[in-house]
């Protein structure tokens, strides 16, 4: 059984910078596609950033240059580093993974690519 437990969120001013983690357990990490999403109130669960397991990388538009997604197989941790931020990022972060993602198709495009999910961890940027 798959587990993902986020942690790392927190309240931060704009221009601040966080690190969100995400411990991985159940399934074989290092080759799996994982990604982060977010939720704000009242708006649906977007992608932010995936990670292939050869270590391809994939963001929004909205957080290129600032957001770097990675990945510690030794530890079976996904990352998230935030720089820059700002209020619009305000929302709940999501790790989620898929073990069955075809190599090369690992996108956060969508919250249906991936079939585990964490709890989620909150971060909130102040102006």
């Known amino acids: 059984q798959v587990q993902l437990v986020e942690s790392g969120g927190g309240s931060v001013q704009a221009g601040g910078s966080l690190r969100l983690s995400c411990a991985a357990s159940?399934?074989?990490?290092?080759?799996?596609?994982m990604g982060w999403f977010r939720q704000a109130p009242g708006k649906q669960r977007e992608g932010v950033a995936a990670?292939?397991?050869?270590?391809?990388?994939n963001y929004a538009d909205s957080v290129k240059g600032r957001f770097t997604i990675s990945k510690d197989n030794a530890k079976n941790t996904l990352y998230l580093q935030m720089g820059s931020l700002r209020p619009e990022d305000t929302a709940m972060y999501y790790c989620?993974?898929?073990?069955?993602?075809?190599?090369?198709?690992?996108?956060?495009?969508?919250?249906?690519?991936?079939?585990?999910w964490g709890q989620g961890t909150q971060v909130t940027v102040s102006a």
């Open positions: 989620a993974a898929n073990p069955f993602v075809r190599r090369g198709y690992c996108v956060a495009d969508t919250p249906l690519r991936f079939d585990s």
């Open positions: 159940g399934y074989t990490y290092s080759s799996s596609c």
């Open positions: 990670i292939d397991g050869d270590g391809t990388t």
